[in-house]
């Protein structure tokens, strides 16, 4: 099944605002309860992470990850355009959130 | 692992919707106070009108444990200057920040916020939000008073408002012992939780994922005395009729009507996401004056091609860093920081100017940081931990930025403002500062219609909202007990619930997707920079032929593209009324965001008014209100106030 190759309309951009950590996500549903615009659904199988329904809606106010029970469970990822950059003041070398 | 492609890929089929789906269905609830919207003024509004005694509902479009523009936090109690460290009088300091904002600010909103804002805090400490260091993590920081171990801010330092003081740049300005100390760092994020729990335990009928779609009038007639409102659960669909004699308009303002592309960085305005025009819409239908609606200004702190919130580092409100060039070189620039008594450099054209011409010439060398690395260790653990990591959505950008090795005391957050600086023309904020108008009581044109937060006309900021929020349930919770039961008018009901499951009858047409960018196009070509008569008849016009060609083809697969849907239909009316209040303005006027073509003059005696409208009878009625209406804001207040008793006192 995993092999098929459907046809799909275009994935929905940005098209993951957070990552879940399957082996640490409980399925409890605390962000699908805090999102303020459902950008989750929770997943038909207890237990396991939530569906990104509308990823492209997310404001990324964060609380999903601010109020998640669990260590490590979910992981803030900001779009490509929106990823912040510093530098270190003495090597000038210049950073970015992965 | 988590997207609904590699869900289907996984499965073979798509998830099913996982919520009983109850399109049609109705249900009914009956109470004294309705209160549409459940962002910090919503909040507050129903725990005061319970706590004064009446039965209350809340709608809110998300959850009301992290919804709102002020869900995920806030880091300035901003105008307390009843706080005890404070230096300013509350009635002096409300008419000093009336004024600073401009001949169209809120004085009547400014006085409610600055007499009542630290009475409100300390109801917040109160439920068990933290408002002073407690732990001594901050002992040290400038600001920190050791002994109420409150958090003073830069902030308004020596005057209102965040242009900088003439002064500014002189050795000794701005000295401890000088300064007001009215704004207040505060740890927010701890605040909504809090507020819905409060809600709960006071009884407070909280309905989370309801979207208000109407307001109710008595006899179904546009002006009459508000009895109740409708909603929609935007999960299941099913449609609610709520019953009550006061209705709190607390849905905050008008978010992305200019915004064509509302995904990547389109989409990155100050507000909440679910903001969207609903109760500008909503008043509208049920014959409330609005006003203000003619403002419009591009998009401030993040705009549509901006990066979110403070991630460009430096260009908003970061307390205290300086802005430096790729050479380490200071820029002219104040940092909202002790040295400048809390002055932002954002809306100082010369000071940008300056700045501009600088990297041109090669003064200034690109790109621009703003230099943690600087700062006192504790000032800028002050500013990253505390303060931004407080704020809203910088709470989450504090973390990952943290994750991903960013170190305050080495490195140096790199700031974009002067490479994007200014949005266009065409990303603008609808009617900024634009609401209801309303009387001493917070009460709308409308009996029984009351307003809070960013419903209100020219409004502040998180304790603006909390405090009118609070307010205004107070004055609700009174007038309910002074008026007859109502009857609602089932023919207008029957009518809104046609109106809202319209959208869910058709399996295709035009998605809210693309209406909305339809009307964000309208408003960007024939409602921007360049106006004039011509291109507001075209808007009208292509306005009319979207309700015409397009609405009726609208559809909605599901009770969240159905709230979207129903949202667009806010933001078409909405926008209607920005118009036709455009049109009637036939000047030009700076402040109020008109720069006309064919009426180039600002005329002073036009620009001493707001311009005031309402719909009747299918007609727009204009009025002028003169600004100030509110008269003497220390004694109305207190006119209107005899009877307030300062902080709750919880029962044992």
């Known amino acids: 099944m995993a092999d098929k190759v459907y046809a799909l309309p275009n994935v929905q951009s940005p098209s993951t605002p957070v990552i879940f950590n399957p082996e640490k996500c409980i399925g409890c549903n605390t962000c699908v309860e805090v999102c303020q615009i459902d950008v989750y659904i929770p997943n038909p199988e207890k237990g396991k992470p939530p569906i990104i329904l509308h990823p492209e809606e997310c404001w990324y106010c964060g609380c999903c990850v601010t109020d998640c029970p669990t260590p ?27 | 692992m988590g997207t609904w492609h590699e869900y289907l890929k996984a499965k073979g089929t798509p998830p099913e919707w996982p919520y009983p789906i109850k399109f049609g269905e109705e249900s009914e609830i009956e109470v004294d106070v309705l209160v549409l919207g459940g962002g910090i003024a919503g909040c507050w509004a129903a725990i005061s009108a319970a706590r004064n005694g009446a039965t209350v509902a809340l709608f809110e479009k998300g959850d009301v444990r992290r919804s709102g523009a002020g869900g995920p936090g806030c880091d300035h109690w901003c105008n307390v200057p009843a706080n005890p460290l404070s230096r300013v009088d509350p009635d002096d300091w409300a008419i000093q920040e009336m004024e600073a904002l401009g001949p169209y600010s809120n004085g009547l909103g400014f006085q409610i916020q600055c007499r009542e804002d630290w009475d409100t805090l300390l109801e917040m400490e109160q439920m068990g939000g933290k408002i002073r260091d407690d732990d001594d993590e901050y002992i040290g920081v400038e600001g920190r008073d050791d002994e109420t171990k409150l958090m003073v801010s830069p902030r308004y330092g020596v005057k209102a408002g965040y242009s900088p003081h003439d002064d500014w740049k002189k050795p000794g300005f701005n000295p401890p012992e000088k300064r007001n100390n009215v704004v207040l760092r505060i740890w927010g994020s701890t605040f909504k939780p809090i507020l819905k729990k409060e809600c709960q335990r006071l009884g407070v009928k909280v309905f989370d994922r ?154 200034y060398k690109l790109p621009f940081f703003g230099d943690f690395a600087s700062m006192k260790p504790e000032e800028s653990n002050a500013t990253w931990n505390m303060m931004l990591a407080e704020e809203s959505t910088t709470r989450v950008m504090v973390q990952t930025m943290n994750e991903n090795g960013f170190d305050i005391h080495r490195d140096q957050v790199m700031n974009y403002t002067f490479i994007e600086f200014q949005p266009s023309q065409q990303f603008r904020e609808a009617a900024r500062g634009g609401g209801l108008i309303t009387d001493w009581n917070l009460m709308t044109s409308v009996d029984g219609l009351y307003a809070a937060g960013t419903s209100l006309f020219s409004p502040g900021d998180h304790s603006f909202a909390a405090s009118t929020g609070r307010y205004a349930g107070r004055k609700a919770a009174a007038y309910v007990k002074s008026v007859e039961d109502a009857e609602i008018c089932r023919n207008q009901v029957e009518k809104e619930k046609e109106r809202v499951i319209a959208p869910t009858k058709r399996d295709s047409g035009i998605d809210w997707k693309e209406l909305h960018n339809g009307l964000a196009r309208v408003m960007q070509y024939f409602v921007s920079e360049y106006k004039n008569e011509t291109m507001f008849n075209l808007a009208l016009e292509e306005i009319a032929r979207i309700e015409e060609n397009a609405v009726p083809r609208l559809f909605a697969l599901d009770p969240h593209k159905l709230m979207r849907s129903l949202e667009d239909l806010n933001m078409i009316e909405h926008a209607k009324i920005i118009i036709h209040a455009m049109k009637e303005r036939k000047f030009s006027n700076t402040t109020l965001g008109i720069e006309r073509l064919d009426y180039p003059e600002n005329d002073e005696e036009e620009a001493k008014n707001y311009l005031v409208l309402c719909q009747k009878d299918g007609e727009i009625q204009y009025e002028r209100v003169p600004i100030r209406y509110w008269g003497n804001m220390k004694e109305q207040y207190e006119a209107h106030n005899k009877d307030y008793t300062g902080v709750y006192k919880p029962e044992n």
């Open chain 2, 210 to 363: 309801t979207m208000a779609t109407s307001l109710l009038n008595e006899n179904g007639k546009p002006g009459g005395r508000i009895v109740g409102a409708t909603g929609v659960n935007v999960r299941t669909g099913e449609f609610i009729v709520a019953k009550a004699k006061a209705v709190i308009l607390s849905m905050g303002g008008a978010g992305y009507l200019w915004h064509l592309d509302m995904e990547h960085g389109g989409h990155s305005t100050m507000y909440s996401r679910n903001e969207s025009s609903d109760t500008t819409a909503l008043a509208w239908r049920a014959g409330a004056k609005v006003t203000m609606q003619e403002r419009s200004m591009l998009s401030r702190i993040a705009s549509g091609l901006k990066h979110k919130w403070y991630t460009g580092g430096a260009d908003a409100s970061y307390e205290n860093v300086p802005l430096v060039d790729a050479e380490n070189k200071k820029l002219p620039a104040p940092t909202q920081g002790w040295e400048d008594g809390g002055a932002m450099f954002s809306n100082q054209a010369h000071i940008i100017t300056e700045i501009r011409e600088g990297i041109k010439n090669g003064t």
């Open chain 1, 72 to 98: 490590g469970a979910i992981k803030f990822n900001y779009p490509l355009p929106l990823k912040p950059r510093w530098r270190n003041k003495e090597t000038g070398e210049v950073m970015q959130v992965k």
